[in-house]
């Protein structure tokens, strides 16, 4: 550890198919990744290799330079971009006597770093065991060389230490913990289904900016920061749009290049909160310089996880830190700041928009004035866009939307009693 309390890292990529922006790219963000789970990058390291060498990763020559990068820097960690083998990391430490981990362990960590809930910890830990489970041999000692920090955190050392049975039944423990709280989850689900609420998913590349979108739509008061991965358990708030309509809007952890496909399995029972929507805002930072590949990358996560056919709408964050003209690569969407009140003004209502155009039907109804009742829930549950009251008949005259398949469109269609 550097006097500073974090722990000094040096960073090592090797460029094969990469163009060298997005290369460069990634080391930049292995390097966020690493100030996120407290450590500090004293020095960086790229190679550019058709193959990966089968030995030691880099080659004997690049070994030796990464080697005097680390003792001048007196690094006591090194981290590299893509996922290491166990024989890779065992051969790179017999040459560098140091802690040797790659991008998803630094991913990991962050993740057990963020978990709060009980089922956000047992994802992480369930993920963690499972990526380490094929590497136990070495594993204890690598760990051990320096204690604790970068790649330590959630199942800690003493369960790595024990026989492989032991982490199985650890593995298969968690799992059917994590299917109990999964029922409690999907219970809660049921119940917004069949009150046949409207529910709204909120995805987007982690720093995105949701937490902070939720906050600003719905006037919550979830974790706001600039960091990675700031919510990982899902938070479910309920919206007013402008017409009176009310949904329910969940954020969802934010999605990375290369997240791990050992927390991809895990958060999916965490992920089926966003699975279940209705439709699914798509948030970006308009203004990262990779933008693009952070679009794909989630557009790519959503295929994986069978969610590519729920309607999307793409909303482009951030159009305050831009400095140049904005290109959108994805249709339909709109580009706004969540700082501007204005723009989530516009966004209310374009979400308003995009439900009718994606979800809904329209209706007619005529409305006896003794159901009280059902006027007020009509305008709660249905996007209500004409009304006029016919004093002969004592009924109110209403035309709206209500979502397709629903309660209210099968009352609606069958007419009213007084």
């Known amino acids: 550890m550097s006097k500073t309390g974090f722990e000094d890292v040096v960073i090592v990529g090797v460029q094969k198919e990469e163009t060298d922006y997005d290369f460069h790219y990634s080391l930049d963000e292995l390097e966020n990744l690493v100030n ?5 990058v004293v020095g960086r390291i790229s190679q550019k290799r058709d193959s990966l060498d089968q030995k030691t990763f880099v080659g004997k020559g690049k070994l030796k330079e990464i080697k005097d990068l680390v003792e001048a820097k007196d690094a006591t960690c090194l981290i590299f971009n893509q996922e290491l083998s166990p024989s890779h990391v065992r051969n790179i430490q017999d040459f560098i006597n140091v ?3 790659d991008r998803i362990q630094v991913i990991l960590d962050i993740f057990a770093m963020r978990a709060q809930s009980k089922a956000g910890r047992l994802q992480v830990e369930l993920a963690q065991l499972n ?20 790649g330590t955190r959630g199942p800690g050392e003493t369960k790595l230490e024990t026989d492989r049975r032991h982490i199985q039944k650890q593995i298969s423990d968690i799992k059917k913990e994590l299917v109990k ?20 998913g909120l995805i987007g590349y982690t720093n995105a900016g949701k937490s902070t979108l939720l906050n600003k739509l719905t006037g919550s008061q979830s974790l706001e920061k600039d960091i990675l991965f700031a919510t990982l358990d899902p938070i479910t708030r309920q919206l007013t749009l402008p017409s009176g309509l009310q949904v329910t809007l969940t954020d969802t952890v934010g999605f990375i290049k290369d997240l791990p496909t050992q927390l991809i399995e895990s958060f999916k029972s965490t992920l089926e909160e966003s699975r ?13 310089p990779n933008r693009v590949s952070q679009e794909d990358t989630v557009v790519a996560l959503l295929e994986d996880l069978d969610m590519e056919d729920i309607p999307r709408l793409t909303v482009y964050n951030k159009k305050d ?23 989530i003004t516009y966004l209310k209502s374009s979400i308003e928009n995009f439900l009718m155009d994606q979800i809904m039907a329209t209706y ?15 305008q709660q549950g249905t996007i209500v866009k004409k009304e006029k009251f016919d004093k002969t008949n004592q009924s109110y005259k209403i035309e709206g939307y209500a979502k397709k398949d629903s309660y209210w469109q099968s009352l609606l269609e069958e007419g009213v009693d007084g």
């Open 99 to 101: 802690k040797v981990l």
């Open 181 to 200: 709280l999964a029922d409690h989850r999907k219970r809660s689900r049921q119940k917004r289904q069949e009150s046949q609420i409207v529910q709204i």
């Open 131 to 150: 990526y380490l489970l094929p590497r136990l041999a070495g594993q204890g000692e690598n760990l051990s060389r320096l204690g604790g920090g970068i």
């Open 364 to 378: 007619q109804v005529d409305l006896p004035a003794s159901r009280g009742d059902i006027y007020s829930a009509l």
């Open 276 to 288: 279940q929507a209705d439709i699914l805002l798509h948030l970006v930072d308009a203004s990262s």
């Open 321 to 343: 830190k831009l400095d140049q003209a904005f290109t959108p690569l994805a249709f339909p969407n709109l580009l706004i700041s969540a700082l501007d009140d204005q723009d």
């Open 36 to 40: 996120n789970a407290h450590g500090r």
